[in-house]
């Protein structure tokens, strides 16, 4: 017997949700095949088998949330090659059970059997055959059905994995036909929704208590590490971009005042371990982009920025905000930042005291464009302006390291073009 334990998929995540089990318990997998599916914080994961073996128990079901390197799946390898039912029936002695063959026909060479390893091979957005009918959602998207009473089993699905989107949600509502009262729409997600939390007393005007999962958990235990870990401190300023010249890029051309903040003060540009008291500075600036979804906060990483022209840039930029939005960015585009940006403005607000997260020491804000007063040769006119608040990790930055940074962002920001 062997029993496979739920991998770290390479994201540093303490847990998972399990989306779809492949298989049943009886059933027979070989070595590579689709084990089941996982949604980590910020996407949906592919988890091939380490082993070529019957099902002997599955540890946890469809919605529900296992832990990294917990017990995942008991596999029967000795017995692999009988048919289950006659398994079941009448198992043979453990000494006349050939082991079963290593499956050659779908890897190259042998398949890796560790934790450790397997998660090299798991991949986001793999097509794969269904084996369960579970509507497959973010707790967000079902609770967005809900509120427009959409049936999500009504609903074509149209992300990865058929992974249903909000976008889904709101085109399914926009049809009459396929509105159903919304009393209905709660069955599909009562069925695989996890365990009730213990009882509460009730409040007025609530509606629904639920457990957080995917993206809200994992902000709610990344600020959590910041709230311990970090000593912050935020800066407030404003870049004026009175004589951009017409057609800028604002997105890029803040990227690209990042990295030149970053040649100006590399100490913004690191990782600090506060159990060592060690600082990693990095050459390369990979900066987080916080992205806002309807399933929570997803950050994925343009890579070197300053190596980069606006429109590869804008390419990057729209690659990852596409992905995110369907739910399809892999776990390499979101790990290993250097520093992060924040563009709440493009939503609401002017200035903020954005959160740093553990290992990165920065993060950059950038408030609302607004058309500010300011004086001019004794006089007074009208200019655009960029406001920009920046939060540091104040036991391994100084001020000074902080303002010369900003005013380097600001310097570059207010070049013409």
């Known amino acids: 017997m062997k029993t496979f334990n739920l991998p770290d998929l390479g994201e540093g995540l303490p847990e998972a949700e399990i989306v779809t089990w492949h298989v049943k318990v009886g059933d027979t997998i070989k070595v590579d095949q689709p084990l089941l599916a996982v949604e980590t914080a910020k996407a949906v994961v592919d988890v091939p088998s380490p082993y070529t073996g019957r099902i002997a128990k599955l540890y946890a079901g469809e919605g529900e949330i296992v832990q990294t390197n917990k017990p995942l799946v008991d596999f029967d390898v000795k017995n692999s090659a009988k048919p289950a039912a006659a398994a079941a029936a009448a198992p043979a002695p453990a000494a006349a059970a050939a082991p079963a063959p290593r499956d050659s026909g779908t890897v190259v060479g042998n398949m890796p059997s560790s934790d450790e390893l397997i998660v090299e091979t798991a991949i986001v957005g793999r097509d794969r055959r269904q084996t369960s009918t579970r ?15 959409v049936e999500l089993t009504s609903v074509t699905a149209t992300g990865k994995n058929g992974l249903m989107t909000p976008d889904d949600v709101r085109r399914a509502a926009s049809e009459p036909a396929a509105a159903p009262p919304a009393a209905q729409s709660a069955a599909p997600a009562a069925r695989f929704a996890a365990p009730a939390p213990a009882a509460v007393p009730a409040t007025a005007g609530a509606t629904e208590t639920a457990p957080l999962r995917g993206t809200r958990r994992a902000m709610a235990q990344s600020m959590s590490l910041a709230r311990d870990a970090v000593m912050e401190c935020t800066i407030f300023d404003d870049a004026d971009i009175h004589y951009w010249q017409p057609g800028q890029d604002i997105t890029a051309r803040v990227l690209r005042a990042v990295a030149t903040g970053c040649r100006a003060e590399p100490g913004l540009n690191a990782w600090y371990d506060g159990e060592t008291l060690a ?71 002017r200035y903020a005291t954005p959160v740093v997260v553990p290992p990165t020491v920065a993060i950059l804000g950038t408030g609302a464009i607004r058309h500010d007063v300011v004086a001019v040769m004794g006089g007074i006119e009208a200019h655009r302006r960029i406001p920009l608040s920046l939060t540091f990790d104040h036991r391994c930055c100084t001020g000074g390291e902080a303002c010369r940074f900003l005013g380097a962002v600001i310097e570059d920001l207010q070049k013409p073009q």
Request: charged share 30%; aromatic share 2%; proline share 3%.
């Open 135 to 149: 509507v497959k959602a973010a707790p967000a998207v079902r609770a967005l059905a809900k509120k427009l009473g």
């Open 279 to 349: 600082r990693t500075i990095h050459e390369r600036v990979d900066i987080a982009l916080a992205i806002d979804t309807e399933q929570g906060l997803i950050v994925p990483v343009v890579r070197d920025i300053g190596s980069k022209t606006a429109a590869q840039l804008r390419a990057d930029v729209n690659r990852l905000k596409e992905a995110t939005r369907k739910r399809t960015v892999t776990p390499e585009d979101m790990r290993d930042s250097t520093i992060t940006l924040s563009n709440f403005g493009t939503m609401a607000g």
